[in-house]
């Protein structure tokens, strides 16, 4: 039986049915500035909370924050990075790509890489997490075409060992057609959008595919405040019960 993993954040793995299954691609397409590192960062630190193996591939000079996000993270001997963005590689990984010629150097890299952390997985069984950041821009470097099959074979080799994995897109950045055939291809698509309503920013969370056939939730609004301290939170708004009538 497959192992359901949960992104530790209540109402989103409420949306998810519980959680994502082992073997399975998640697509995170998101809005600039809709709080979608902050989510993935979470995801990412319960996961290691759990006692998981995590594998980062950065490809976006944008990633300083996500990484910012998950420094108590990436220090740890259970978690990997690939990457592919930062100078005299600072973070003093083995898998250092300085600009890639084509989005395969990175699979032949996640590929390796992957199997290393699947060799280290202990007694709980917990599948390796792997969080891609992003494949906006890879649209931006390679052929589109390029990028599709390269996600297809990512998503294979998650079949093959049983990982999770989230990818990160921004919303809208490439031809609709194209952005259509990455959903087609990942088992459970999640859209963080956001507007601003009355001068307001606000953000919303839905699940456009999830591979389980239950029926996708209405999206929910959300955002990420600092409560006590300096560190934020995720909020859900919840809805004001009506009052109850008796007879």
Do not use: W
């Amino acid at each position: 039986m497959s192992i359901k993993v949960a992104t530790g954040i209540r109402e989103l793995d409420a949306m998810l049915d519980g959680g994502i299954l082992e073997g399975e691609v998640t697509l995170f397409l998101y809005d600039t500035g809709s709080g979608h590192n902050y989510i993935l960062s979470e995801i990412i630190k319960n996961h290691c909370r759990m006692g998981g193996n995590v594998l980062l591939v950065l490809t976006s000079t944008s990633s300083s924050q996500f990484v910012t996000l998950t420094k108590n993270v990436i220090n740890q001997k259970n978690c990997v990075i690939i990457d592919c963005i930062s100078p005299r590689n600072v973070y003093n990984t083995e898998y250092y790509i300085e600009n890639p010629s084509r989005a395969f150097d990175i699979f032949l890299s996640m590929k390796k890489a992957r199997e290393d952390l699947n060799s280290r997985i202990g007694e709980k069984r917990i599948p390796t997490l792997v969080c891609f950041y992003s494949l906006s821009s890879l649209f931006i470097n390679f052929e589109p075409n390029e990028v599709v099959q390269f996600f297809n074979k990512n998503v294979k080799e998650s079949m093959r060992l049983g990982t999770v994995e989230y990818y990160t897109l921004i919303y809208g950045i490439t031809e609709p057609s194209t952005e259509k055939r990455i959903q087609v291809l990942a088992n459970t698509v999640i859209l963080s959008r956001t507007e601003f309503r009355d001068h307001r920013r606000q953000n919303y969370l839905q699940i456009l595919k999830h591979v389980s056939g239950v029926p996708y939730p209405e999206e929910k609004q959300y955002s990420i405040t600092k409560r006590d301290g300096d560190v934020p939170e995720i909020v859900f708004s919840t809805p004001m019960l009506g009052r109850l009538k008796f007879s």
